[in-house]
């Protein structure tokens, strides 16, 4: 049996492993050590890569149930809310709906990249900010057109500062996506 310990060795006997009884003492440095760490590497690292794949395909399973719900609510939802809150709101309502399953479904897009690729990209969380964006900008337009005239001064600064952040943001991811698609085209050549 090897066992890899750090010990003080004198330099001239670096390099040497020293055996005690039946056990071989690998020294630090020495020639015995590359190959313990080797073979600990070996049978390590494919259990934990098969473990993060596990874990990664539990939480796609999750995510896809999450997106699958997130939809039936939304369809069962529709008729209540149109009768509820006439038909201009109940469409705003679905369309945030229909773009937080965008967004769930997108999230789930970016697990499978990783288990399908190893790696992650920015890409996806692009889109997933600009998507998010556009439900924040969705939601105010509702709320502005709900309270129409009774609006107050503040309320609509606000409100315009809100919209204008998330324009802003959504301009600011086209620009990146932009450069993200120069960048893969440039490297590609």
């Known amino acids: ?12 006997d670096q390099g040497i492993s020293q055996h005690r009884g039946d056990v071989i003492a690998t020294v630090p440095g020495s020639a015995d050590e590359p190959r313990l760490n080797r073979r600990v590497e070996d049978r390590l690292i494919p259990v934990l890569e098969s473990a993060d794949a596990v874990v990664y395909g539990l939480v796609g399973l999750v995510f896809l149930a999450a997106a699958l719900g997130m939809l039936g609510y939304s369809v069962i939802a529709f008729p209540t809310n149109l009768e509820h809150d006439g038909f201009p709101l109940a469409i705003v309502t ?36 600009a998507i998010s ?29 809100d919209l204008s952040v998330n324009a802003g943001a959504i301009l600011a991811i086209a620009i990146a996506l932009f450069l993200l698609g120069r960048r893969s085209t440039t490297e590609a050549s």
């Open 1 to 12: 049996m090897e066992l890899a310990y750090p010990c003080a060795v004198a330099p001239e």
């Open 94 to 129: 679905l369309i945030n709906d229909l773009l937080l399953v965008m967004i769930i479904m997108e999230v789930l897009r970016t697990v499978l990249s990783y288990l399908a690729e190893r790696g992650g990209s920015l890409r996806p969380f692009l889109f997933i900010a």
């Open 133 to 161: 964006a556009t439900r924040r900008i969705l939601a105010i337009g509702a709320q502005m057109s709900v309270t129409g005239d009774t609006l107050g001064p503040e309320r609509f600064q606000r409100s315009m500062v």
